[in-house]
């Protein structure tokens, strides 16, 4: 079944939306307003065939939308490594910190020492076995995508900057151009042993040096996606193949289409074109 879409104006780990629904989502769909950004966020999501919506450890977060003085948007969007413990919980947490100021290298390290301790006091509250417990010890792991826009008070558009560990990834679209893949460029790079940020503050050591910072110029008619891993390595395959990714990207994230999102990603999965994996796009319209 489908979920009905709804407006989301701040974070919104889905897990947490829909813990108590038996229903798979489609889309998610807001617009957001500021002095000078009128943005429209899109979002879809899937977890992996044969999981549950509890198992979904991808997550995403958005800057508040009702400061109506802010000339200034924040998103993340963030993949939990399935093979280590609580990794949806830490996701969640890595894209909230991005969206309420961690949207620098430093910024970001600077914030982490508190959801850190976030984590670990979640994790201590579920009673475990004590195979679980160790485990848990060894931390959580995710890859952030985070895209932050600020306007120009003297002209239309402005810049942009985003922040990556891992390989999930953002493309900036004008028109039909594609201006920018980051931090991973074709889809020959991705791997299985992606660089990823850890609840535990020793498994970070030296990784602040990694992570990717860029910046560029955004204007009103921009579109960015911010994507998961396998959807990134799907849209950067369809794309060196000549095709283009966004168009069905776009379709897909309008309310009327949002149902067709789970049978679409169901056949891209029967024909290997994606990996099972949890499947996160938000699209940004600015």
């Not at 943005?39 to 549950?52: C, E, H």
């Not at 620098?104 to 009673?127: G, H, K, S």
């Not at 891993?229 to 069905?248: K, N, R, V």
Request: proline share 6%.
């Amino acid at each position: 079944m489908i979920a009905e879409p709804f407006v989301h104006t701040a974070t919104s780990p889905a897990p947490d939306g829909f813990a108590d629904s038996d229903e798979v989502t489609a889309a998610d769909t807001g617009r957001l307003s500021a002095a000078r950004l009128a943005i429209r966020a899109d979002l879809l999501w899937l977890p992996k065939a044969g999981n549950t919506v509890e198992e979904y450890e991808d997550a995403w977060a958005t800057s508040p939308a009702d400061d109506s003085s802010s000339d200034h948007f924040a998103c993340a969007v963030t993949d939990g490594a399935t093979e280590t413990s609580f990794a949806g919980l830490w996701a969640r947490l890595l894209a909230e910190v991005y969206c309420a100021g961690g949207a620098t290298p430093a910024a970001l390290f600077a914030a982490l020492p508190v959801v850190q301790a976030t984590w670990r006091e979640a994790v201590a509250a579920i009673p475990l076995p004590w195979y679980a417990e160790e485990k848990a010890r060894q931390g959580a792991f995710a890859a952030l995508i985070g895209l932050s826009l600020v306007a120009d008070p003297d002209a239309d558009g402005g810049q942009w900057t985003a922040l990556a560990g891992g390989d999930s990834c953002l493309m900036q679209l004008r028109g039909d151009v594609l201006l920018t893949a980051f931090p991973i460029a074709s889809a020959t790079e991705f791997n299985n042993r992606p660089t990823l940020l850890s609840s535990e503050p020793a498994r970070n050591v030296g990784l602040a040096d990694t992570l990717g910072y860029v910046g560029g110029e955004w204007l009103p008619g921009d579109r960015f996606y911010l994507l998961t891993d396998a959807a990134a390595c799907w849209f950067l395959t369809s794309y060196e193949a000549g095709e283009q990714p966004w168009t069905i990207l776009d379709t897909l994230a309008e309310p009327a289409d949002a149902p067709d999102f789970p049978a679409w990603v169901a056949g891209l999965r029967a024909s290997r074109a994606i990996r099972n994996d949890d499947v996160t796009l938000l699209s940004v319209h600015v």
